[in-house]
């Protein structure tokens, strides 16, 4: 099977998308993390088309090799885009099942498209979800990001050191050929280039750590009151995003349940591959 990429224009830039495997009435949309391009969800895509799942995935701006836009003021651009995206190529009179997951940061941006387009939405999986309080665990990444918006240069030492620790959760990537793609992608071909990183600090800033008015608690409680099944994974060894968030938005989300991962870290679905995609697979049968 192959994964072929292509781009369409939006209102707001030309974005990069795949649109995998025979039309059919459930439709999965990804949305991948703060950092990290569609390529992430290749192995998961191959594994829900072999289950006659029909996968889009899409690079956010900013990210991968979608425009860069500026300044980011709102997570609402990426919520706006996928909405966009969605209807462009599934429209919404069509009888059919749109299945939301986001891993990280694109797990409060699938949870707020749900809300938006609430009564298309069949299921929502959250997979190693930002959306509450909470810090990324790497000064060297918020250092690069305020020297950057400081001085207009990046720093090369600080910028090394965000690669080798993306270089180095990555050994963590069970499959060979996914970690080297990865690798090769983030790290050998320059994806830390001056826009990505005014992106990625754009949109870490356009959360302000949903603290006060940025809050999203009443984005996970009206999921619960709209009664769209949620699926919550996280990993006990997260170092990224706490894996007690997961645990409040499953007490904040009614019709939600979560199951939490010995072991795992951040990188998740990557990690485990074969359990993760098992029971993600389950859960979207079951909605």
């Not at 990426?78 to 069509?94: C, G, H, N, R, T």
């Not at 620790?165 to 990555?170: D, Q, R």
């Not at 071909?189 to 870490?204: A, P, S």
């Not at 645990?247 to 591959?273: D, V, Y």
């Amino acid at each position: 099977m192959e994964i072929i990429d292509r781009f369409t224009s939006l209102k707001l830039g030309r974005v990069r998308y795949s649109l995998t495997g025979e039309s059919s009435r459930n439709l999965v949309v990804l949305m991948h993390g703060l950092t990290t391009p569609k390529e992430i969800f290749d192995d998961l895509t191959e594994v829900l088309v072999s289950k006659n799942f029909q996968v889009l995935a899409f690079d956010f701006y900013g990210r991968g090799l979608s425009d860069h836009i500026q300044p980011i003021e709102s997570e609402k651009v990426y919520v706006d885009q996928a909405i966009e995206l969605i209807e462009k190529f599934i429209p919404f009179q069509s009888d059919r099942n749109i299945h939301l997951l986001g891993y990280s940061a694109g797990g409060s941006i699938a949870s707020m498209v749900a809300v938006e387009i609430e009564n298309l939405v069949s299921s929502l999986t959250l997979v190693a979800s930002t959306g509450l309080p909470y810090s990324p665990t790497s000064p060297a990444l918020f250092d690069m990001l305020e020297t950057v918006y400081s001085n207009g240069e990046i720093n090369e030492e600080l910028k090394k050191s965000v690669e080798e620790l993306i270089f180095n959760e990555f050994q963590l990537i069970k499959n060979p050929d996914t970690r080297e793609k990865l690798i090769d992608l983030i790290v050998e071909r320059g994806f830390w280039n001056h826009d990505t990183i005014q992106t990625v600090r754009g949109h870490l800033k356009a959360t302000g750590g949903y603290l006060g008015d940025s809050s999203i608690d009443h984005i996970f409680e009206k999921i619960g009151y709209l009664n769209i099944p949620t699926f919550i994974l996280s990993g006990e060894k997260d170092n990224w995003v706490n894996p007690e968030a997961g645990r409040k938005m499953n007490s904040m989300i009614t019709s939600s349940k979560i199951l939490e991962f010995e072991g795992i870290s951040h990188w998740a679905f990557l990690q485990e591959p074969e359990i993760y995609s098992e029971k993600i697979i389950d859960f979207l049968v079951s909605t």
